[in-house]
């Protein structure tokens, strides 16, 4: 083109393709922006995958904002001397397993801006959900599987369609039943099913699964709690490792129902989870509320993930349990409740305790002791000669 007026004393004619439509730039502004976005990239990552943890080790539903919000809550009733509501507490106590859970997430909330904390804590949120799901899908088949060998059902429970398990199912429903009540009763059956005021199943009545044997004393309804058969095969044999530890291909169900010394010769070790995700080697009374809930969604005939199934609600559920192990009323039951967690890790991790010595009592063992005692020897010859 030709421009006109007093520019026309040059000729400013260009082609089109030596028209650029970029402004240079140094090749290390570049980079850096480049290597900028990768951290942010990486750092959204780690926040999805430091997430998953959440669901199953800190809290199922309390979104992590009522958290972060009771404890700021909870220092400002401290200054001012105000008791907590148990309700309140177990937030509290909730954000306290936050923070050992993602030791580095109290520090991030109390430097970043509104916005950008509002971005991570989105960002845990989507990384907790989505293994919350995950979870679920995995569990919703091999419930089914292992109902299906330890039961024998007739028919057998399909492990890819939920519609007729529940209380709709027998093998189901007996697990699945209050512990007060024994599902044989024809009368005790029926008005389950048809959801009488009489047999309301409630988040308030243990269920049969969650107990030893299948058997509840009503005298005595803590023994055998927490111990069942289904409960214990899978946190031990499969639940805790697929839930807690990243993805493996899952192993034949006959090697899952195989007589334990069959399974520790063809595991590698002592036969145990070897846990390195999260460095896990205790189990905790967060991650068997979390499982319990997830058995009591994968026996049920619900077919999507929610708060509330009838008359029984899984939020009050899991509270009771977390309640049961961290809100005993005394010395007494606390120590009945330490040998019960000691038990689950035995049973999931065996009996070695190498990880759990402390730097203090290694250092007074014999061998640390012994080179203590020659060099101290070593010192008061030398001091003499």
């Known amino acids: 083109m030709t421009l006109s007026g007093d520019d026309s004393a040059g000729d400013l004619s260009v082609s089109p393709r030596e028209v650029s439509l970029c402004v240079p730039t140094s090749p ?47 220092c400002e009733d401290r200054d001012s ?72 059902p007739t028919p057998l429970i399909r492990t890819d369609d939920k519609h007729h398990r529940g209380f709709v199912d027998d093998a189901c429903g007996r697990l699945l039943c209050p512990a007060e009540w024994h599902w044989e009763d024809p009368i005790i059956k029926a ?18 699964f969650m107990y030893e044997n299948y058997e509840a004393d009503a005298k005595n309804l803590e023994r055998g709690l927490m111990k069942s058969k289904l409960l214990v095969m899978l946190i031990v044999l499969k639940g805790f490792k697929a839930i807690f530890t990243p993805p493996l291909p899952m192993k034949s169900m006959a090697m899952a129902m195989a007589p334990i010394s069959l399974r520790i010769a063809d595991a590698p070790g002592d036969g145990r989870i070897k846990p390195k995700s999260r460095r896990m080697r205790k189990v905790t009374p967060r991650a068997i509320a979390y499982t319990a809930c997830q058995i009591r969604f994968a026996l049920s005939n619900i077919t999507s993930w929610r708060t509330v199934d009838g008359d029984f609600d899984y939020h009050v559920f899991w509270n009771n349990i977390v309640d ?34 402390m730097p203090n009592v290694v250092s007074k063992m014999s061998v640390n002791a012994l080179a203590a005692q020659r060099q101290q020897m070593e010192d008061a010859i030398f001091d003499s000669d």
């Open 81 to 152: 001397g105000s008791t907590l509501e148990n309700r309140q507490d177990r937030l509290q106590r909730s954000y306290i397993k936050l923070a050992k859970s993602l030791p580095w997430i109290h520090e991030r909330l109390a430097t970043l801006e509104h916005e950008e904390s509002e971005d991570m804590l989105r960002k845990l949120k989507q990384g907790a959900d989505s293994a919350c799901g995950d979870d679920t899908g995995t569990l919703k088949d091999l419930i089914a599987s292992w109902i299906n060998i330890l039961h024998c």
């Open 28 to 74: 290390h502004a570049r980079a850096k922006r480049r290597i900028t976005a990768l951290m942010e990239e990486v750092e959204a990552l780690k926040q999805d995958k430091a997430g998953r943890a959440i669901r199953r080790m800190v809290a199922l539903y309390s979104p992590i904002e009522d958290l972060v919000a009771e404890n700021d809550q909870h």
């Open 324 to 357: 049961f192990f961290e809100a005993p009323p005394g010395a007494a039951v606390r120590s009945r409740i330490n040998q019960l967690l000691e038990w689950w890790t035995r049973k999931v991790f065996g009996r070695n305790h190498r990880e759990d010595l």
């Open 191 to 208: 008005g389950i099913r048809d959801r009488t005021t009489s047999f309301i199943v409630s988040k308030n009545l243990w269920p049969m």
